[in-house]
Nanobody, 112 residues
Framework: HVQLVESGGGSVQAGGSLRLSCTYT?????VTWFRQGPGNGREGVAS????????YYADAVKGRFTISHDNAKKTAYLQMNTLKPEDTAMYYC?????????WGQGTQVTVS
């Protein structure tokens, strides 16, 4: 069983930045950030392999968002720069352990 806790959301003006954190109880192989905006389905934003390497990004966030992780802190991060109103959403992190998906409770990001 894995527990995930997201934090770092908030309200910012367009062009601003936020850094989201996802703390987990057991280090997964991959951590993926998803988001779900008003009236939209859940979409993948960024993913990273905790064993090393670069992250993978949705086209909508490439060049603005950066995913990273700190294995010692059991935490993954999503640095979000140059935020746009269309980035407004609930952001979730997800991992998979032994074939089971685990989700956090989400953190709200509002860009005006």
């Amino acid at each position: 069983h894995v527990q995930l806790v997201e934090s770092g959301g908030g309200s910012v003006q367009a062009g601003g930045s936020l850094r989201l954190s996802c703390t987990y109880t057991r280090r997964p192989n991959y951590v993926t950030w998803f988001r779900q905006g008003p009236g939209n389905g859940r979409e993948g934003v960024a993913s990273i392999y905790t064993g090393g390497g670069d992250g993978y990004y949705a086209d909508a966030v490439k060049g603005r968002f950066t995913i990273s992780h700190d294995n010692a802190k059991k935490t993954a991060y999503l640095q979000m720069n140059t935020l746009k109103p269309e980035d407004t959403a609930m952001y979730y992190c997800k991992t998979n352990c032994r074939g089971t998906d685990y989700w956090g409770q989400g953190t709200q990001v509002t860009v005006s």
